[in-house]
Every structure is written in C-alpha cells, then in structure tokens.
C-alpha cells in the first residue's frame, strides 16, 4: 500500500518538482497538492493522506504557516504525520512554537554539492 502524501508549496515550479520526485517512487501517492493553508486544510479534512509534506511559509498565514497547520493538523487529524520543510538557516524564532506539537526537530544542515 502507497504512502498517501498532500503536498503544501506555494511555489508552482518547486511544488510541480517535488511531484516528480515523489511520483517516481510507486510506493508514494500525491493524493492533494495545494499552494496555501486553506486549500491544504480542505484537502486533509476531505480526504485525510498519511503524511503532510509542507514548507514552513504558506500563503495567506506567512513565516510560521507551516508551524499553524502542523499545530491545527495535530488536534484535527492526530494520525496524519507532517513533515515542515524550510530553507530558514536557524530555527532559534521557531523553537518554542514548534514544542507543541513536533514530534522530532532535527537541526537543519543542507549540503550544497556543485
């Protein structure tokens, strides 16, 4: 059985690639893909996936966008997993808010190979 993904990006070329990716792994199924919280929200409460996959800025929320719908998803659908993804070097502003509801904060490190 496929894990059933909703994906959250507000950038149509990063969403559209992260959807080729995904898609090319037959154990994965893009089941929503939504460019801002409130479609993204609707799309959980209409069809609840597995995992969110979302980046911590949305539209029309902002910054911390991805921390509201993890903190939201957590009381509403608790079996749904979410997985915020950011660029952000630090997440020292995000700590306190993220305690609530994460269930692992893993320090961000990217390894840029050119």
């Given amino acids: 059985m496929a894990l059933r993904i909703a994906l959250a990006e507000d950038s149509y070329i990063v969403r ?14 893009i089941v929503a893909s939504c460019a801002d919280m409130p479609s993204l929200l609707a799309a959980v409460d209409a069809d609840p996936p ?4 979302t980046d911590i800025r949305m539209p029309p929320e902002g910054d911390d966008a991805g921390i509201q719908i993890a903190a939201r998803l957590r ?3 608790p ?3 979410v ?8 997440w020292t502003p995000l700590t306190d808010r993220t305690a609530a509801w994460a ?11 050119q």
Avoid: K, N, T
Wanted: aromatic content about 0%; proline content about 5%.
């Fill in 79 to 81: 079996a749904v997993g």
């Fill in 75 to 77: 009381e509403s659908h």
């Fill in 16 to 29: 559209e690639g992260i959807e080729q990716v995904l898609r090319g792994d037959e154990d994965i199924e």
């Fill in 103 to 113: 269930s692992s904060m893993p320090a961000p490190h990217v390894d840029v190979v």
């Fill in 50 to 53: 597995d995992v969110v996959l």
């Fill in 83 to 90: 997985v915020v993804c950011s660029e952000m070097a630090a």
